[in-house]
């Protein structure tokens, strides 16, 4: 096994399973109950057909998302836990961009706003790491 696990702080590794649980569980209900995630204040009919197929998109996005960081999580390669964080923060800036154009600023933008900022910091936390593996391994041969 390749020594990329010690170069990666544990706690990034727990902070990106908690974001992988989180975005899990945001699938998980999602799939049953979107009125869970949607409360009267979001303005959504969760009747509307198409409206109800969005909300299994996002489900299945999130689910998708909580697995592949539960998994870069898991096995530690920084290169893989900074795509894929990069990838859910893209979302997140998405998310904001689309809550600011269509008019739709309330409290609840400040959840994607923090999930980018923590998101933004591992990435950075992530960068640091990749540069001081590839010094020791460039500095091992010389």
Known sequence: MSNHVDFVPKWLRIVVGVLAILNILFGVMGYLDMSLLFKNG??????????????YEFAARNLA????LAIVAAKGVPESIAIVTIIRALIEIQTIITMVTTGNISVMILMPIL???AE??????LIGVIQK???SKYKDQS
């Open 120 to 125: 933004l910091f591992i990435i950075k936390t």
């Open 133 to 135: 593996r590839d010094a």
């Open 42 to 55: 979001s303005g959504l009919d969760l009747t509307n057909a198409i409206l109800k197929n969005a909300s």
């Open 115 to 117: 999930f980018l900022v």
């Open 65 to 68: 998302i909580g697995l592949g």
